[in-house]
């Protein structure tokens, strides 16, 4: 070594630290090209770990340690963690696909402005892997100063080289997807991007051409001014002024021991970083509401050893601590140390582990870079929460003094390892127990925004009701909770979304609380149509019109038994099913049948028993349950029509028998409200089987739901609906405080796609909800959901729920309603009153 280079290299200016900054040749679908090298670059999917049982997480780790053991052994690799903003304007676009009725576009920017406000991040998940080497100039050596801090290569990339590498980075992709972290390859342009968010200008991406991003298209991407400073650097804009400050910070020490879940997730926990800004709030305003995301990002450099090169440096370490030992003992003090003999008894069970398992060796340089736009203050504000937060797992997290321009290049794609002496040997589990891919992960992939993940990891929630049968999966959404928690709102706001995709929702209102959804419906433009018990909507439930499209066939069977469900039993006891069914002959051979005319045929029979019934049909037919589906109409209420919309059916009086109760006992109030119900579940099953509406989508919606299963009828149309419904395109949404009974009902649970858990406070419940969710029935489950409901003073938390999707994955998730009016619209308190139903501006 030349005698400048050895007083360089003392002063920590040698080595890898005054390398040149990478030089790029090329851009392509999973490939950096520089001057030097050749990198591969993948895109790695999230895992849903925050709820994820034990056994579950325990074979995930060990499959990432066979990935890192067995893929990457070898390799020299640079793992990213990045956080981009979520483009709100995005959702505007994708409306335009999911939504077609109403003022869909009023409804959709409802959302965008209220994805503004949140101002999310999005998180993403990157690995690069130096695939080979590459021959000709490196280039000149770089600077001190960072005006040259990345350079672009006019060389180009000769095609047959091309194909070699992309056949390489395809190859070892292959061998990653089967990871945990489902591999695949990168986009150009999100190698474009992560290349040029470092500038900090906002310039518009490259396209590529024929795959490829080179010469004066990928010079834009470098084109930014990056000015060091003892612990900080300063980018800068176009017009000379700065445009955001960073700080790089290295993970210079680790506890012996890490635990998982806990401090050992040290790359997860990334997101739970927050700090107070420097900014004026209104008196009086919460205290939790001031803290803002951190969001420091990741560049970890790592290199798996191979199991003969971990061997080699763990059995050279026992010999050192071995002979440190006897080094001792022959001295005066024969005192070795604890520390060097637990070295030596480690080392030992180390190199045994590695023999028998799939246990190697990493050596990983840990780095968080933090960025401000705001100002260095901010910055360092940022820092300090950063530095604070990871002391309290107990890892030591410093500033990179006097060399932020080292680690900052260090942390570019194409670069490589600068600073080795901040770095880490240590066995692979300590690197993938830090879980960088974990966090909350649940919903949909496409579809309407319902809320937001409050789970380790910021996202939002998609929810689409009426997917499952376009996916040929089972059709049925849970919504169980305890009253007030927010439930039947989730489940007005999915009826909402659901009627924006141009879906025909009915619902079956017992509580009386669904009202709301219809006046918002019509605010913005939806079909929606309110249908109540009482004289005034006498007729909307008749068989005769419901069954219409089905023929008279289908009603000369309804119609007579649902009268003789509503008759007097004693009057039933005396034959009177035999002049009910030829009143219903004669009325449909007269032509526009209605059972109204039934009703007012008995009346005129010869037959004193037709008449007697006739009679007593005819009274009850002006009570509030009764006129519905034996009544004369008044003209006052339209029908219930099978066309695209909402219709809301309120009978908030009714009162159906339990199973266990006899027919004979059943009292006039029990009757009528069968006879009814009966009309609304002949009408559901006969609406979703019809031919010619199998193209619509269809949403059958039942808040309360334990009141029509305690009955024979109501669980039958239930797991009828739930088990055709991907057949018909019928989805059905339940909504109930009581998950035990539900658990019974093995048809309906067995279609069950996604599960929304509200609070709950009983232990039974509290199990009985577990097993929906997919969840341990322990003490941390209970715990789980009765907190779920409540804020951190303990005041009610309502909309908060946990989720599991079609996938059985289970996180938590605010229900989000994207305004105030809306949130007016769609209260379920006593206290709301009705708005106006004037179209929203």
Not at 35 to 61: C, F, I, K, Q
Not at 272 to 288: I, N, R, S
Not at 635 to 662: D, M, R
Request: contains cysteine; proline residues 6%; hydrophobic residues 40%.
């Amino acid at each position: 070594m030349k005698v400048v280079q050895r007083v360089g290299a003392f002063l920590g200016l040698g080595g890898e630290r005054s390398a040149a900054p990478p030089q790029y040749a090329a851009l392509a679908d999973g490939l950096v090209i520089t001057t030097g090298h050749a990198e591969a670059w993948y895109v790695l999917r999230g895992s849903n770990t925050d709820l994820m049982p034990e056994p579950a997480r325990d074979a995930e780790l060990d499959q990432a340690d066979r990935a890192l053991a067995r893929t990457l052994a070898g390799f020299d690799c640079h793992l990213r963690v990045l956080w981009s903003p979520l483009q709100a304007d995005d959702y505007a676009a994708q409306a335009a696909e999911l939504f077609s009725a109403g003022h869909w576009q009023a409804w959709a920017d409802l959302r965008v402005r209220r994805l503004a406000q949140i101002g999310m991040d999005t998180r993403h998940l990157l690995l690069g892997v130096r695939l080979a080497e590459r021959g000709g100039p490196v280039g000149r050596a770089g600077r001190r100063g960072v005006q040259d801090g990345l350079v672009v290569d006019a060389t180009v990339v000769g095609r047959q080289e091309l194909a070699r590498l992309d056949a390489l980075m395809r190859r070892l992709g292959r061998r990653l997807e089967s990871s945990p972290w489902k591999a695949r390859p990168a986009p150009v342009e999100t190698l474009a991007w992560m290349i040029s968010r470092e500038q900090h200008r906002g310039t518009r991406l490259p396209a590529p051409e024929s795959g490829l991003i080179t010469g004066a298209k990928l010079t834009s991407l470098t084109r930014g001014r990056i000015l060091p400073y003892p612990d900080h650097l300063r980018v800068t804009g176009a017009d000379g002024g700065t445009t955001a400050w960073v700080a790089v910070l290295a993970l210079s020490g680790f506890p012996p021991l890490l635990e998982s879940p806990g401090a050992g997730e040290w790359l997860r926990v990334l997101s739970d970083v927050t700090y107070a800004p420097d900014l004026e709030f209104p008196a009086g305003t919460d205290p939790h509401g001031l803290l803002a995301q951190v969001s420091p990002e990741a560049s970890v450099r790592l290199r798996v050893l191979t199991k003969r090169e971990a061997l080699a440096r763990t059995d050279d370490t026992r010999k050192l601590a071995k002979e440190q030992r006897r080094s001792a003992a022959r001295q005066s003090a024969e005192d070795p140390g604890r520390e060097v003999a637990e070295t030596e008894a480690v080392m030992a069970a180390l190199t045994r582990d590695m023999r028998r398992e799939d246990l190697t060796l990493v050596e990983d340089h840990p780095r968080l870079v933090v960025t401000s736009t705001a100002s260095l203050a901010d910055l360092r504000a940022r820092v300090d929460a950063v530095v604070t937060h990871y002391g309290g797992l107990g890892i030591e997290v410093i500033v990179g003094e006097e060399e932020q321009r080292e680690l900052w290049l260090e942390s570019q794609p194409g670069d490589r390892l600068r600073v080795p002496d901040l770095g880490h040997v240590r066995d692979v589990t300590a690197l993938s127990g830090s879980w960088w891919w974990g966090g909350a992960q649940v919903g949909d992939d496409k579809g309407p925004i319902a809320g937001y993940l409050t789970g380790s990891t910021p996202g939002v929630f998609r929810n689409d009701v009426t997917a499952g049968s376009d996916r040929g999966d089972a059709t049925t959404t849970a919504f169980i909770g305890r009253s007030g928690r927010g439930k039947t709102t989730a489940m007005m706001l999915s009826m909402l979304d659901a009627g924006f995709r141009g879906a025909y929702c009915l619902a079956i209102d017992f509580k009386g609380d669904l009202g709301g959804v219809v006046s918002a419906a019509r605010a913005y433009g939806l079909n929606a149509h309110l249908v109540e018990t009482g004289p005034r909507f006498a007729g909307v439930a008749d068989l005769f019109v419901l069954l219409d499209k089905e023929g008279s066939e289908r009603a000369q069977i309804e119609v007579p038994a649902q009268l003789g469900i509503a008759m007097p039993p004693h009057l039933r006891a005396r034959g009177a099913e035999t002049p009910v069914q030829h009143a219903t002959n004669a009325v449909i051979a007269a032509g526009d049948p209605a059972t109204w005319k039934v009703v007012e045929y008995l009346r005129g029979m010869e037959s004193p028993l037709a008449r007697e019934t006739g009679e007593a049909l005819h009274e009850l037919s002006l009570t509030a349950i009764g006129a519905p589906f034996m009544g004369r109409p008044t003209g006052q209420a339209s029908p219930l029509v099978p066309e695209p919309g909402l219709w809301v059916v309120q009978i908030p009086g009714i009162s159906l028998p339990g199973a266990e109760t006899a027919r004979e006992d059943w009292n006039v109030l029990q009757r009528l409200s069968v006879a009814l119900m009966h009309s609304m579940l002949a009408y559901g099953v006969t609406t979703a089987g019809r031919r010619d509406l199998r193209g619509l989508r269809k949403a059958v919606c039942i808040p309360e739901v334990h009141v029509l299963t305690a009955t024979r009828e109501g669980a039958a149309f239930l797991g009828y609906i739930a088990r055709v419904g991907r057949a018909l395109a019928t989805s059905l949404l339940l909504d109930t405080q009581d998950p035990e009974s539900l658990l019974r009902h093995v048809g309906v649970v067995e279609q069950l796609t996604t599960v929304v858990g509200f609070q709950l406070t009983t232990a039974d419940q509290q199990d009985a909800l577990a097993d929906l969710l997919g969840l341990p029935r322990d003490r941390h489950t209970r715990a789980l959901i009765h907190s779920i409901g409540l804020q951190a003073d303990g005041e009610i938390r309502h909309g908060h729920s946990i989720v599991r999707d079609r996938r059985f994955a289970a996180a938590t998730v605010q229900w989000d309603i994207p305004s105030t009016t809306l949130h007016h619209l769609l209260d379920t308190s006593p206290r709301t009153t009705a708005l106006p139903l004037e179209p929203l501006q």
